[in-house]
């Protein structure tokens, strides 16, 4: 069942570009489309907070909102070492 809303569609991508072994593991164990909805519910939640309560503006509250899900470490060395050298 797809049920993913435009913030679950977000993840996805982000995982499938930086975390394919992860996706594919997930899809293996029937536990993808579950992982997604509690990442979906892990941002939205913090993300109202932050936008309605705290009266945040929207780019810092997406930032420290989507913070767990979209800094997962790459599974790519090159792209650690790419990304470690200045």
């Given at each position: 069942?797809?049920?993913r ?11 499938l570009?930086?975390r394919?072994?992860m996706?594919e593991?997930?899809?293996?164990n029937?536990q ?5 909805q509690?990442?979906q519910?892990?941002?939205g939640?913090p993300l109202?907070?932050l936008l309605?309560v705290q009266?945040m503006e929207y ?5 420290i909102?989507?913070?767990e ?7 790519d060395p ?6 470690n050298q200045?």
């Amino acid at each position: 069942m797809d049920d993913r809303n435009q913030l679950g569609k977000m993840i996805l991508n982000h995982w499938l570009a930086h975390r394919p072994r992860m996706v594919e593991e997930l899809r293996k164990n029937n536990q993808l489309e579950r992982a997604i909805q509690e990442t979906q519910e892990r941002t939205g939640d913090p993300l109202y907070e932050l936008l309605s309560v705290q009266k945040m503006e929207y780019h810092a509250a997406w930032e420290i909102a989507t913070r767990e899900w979209t800094f997962l470490p790459s599974e790519d060395p090159q792209e650690h070492s790419t990304s470690n050298q200045n």
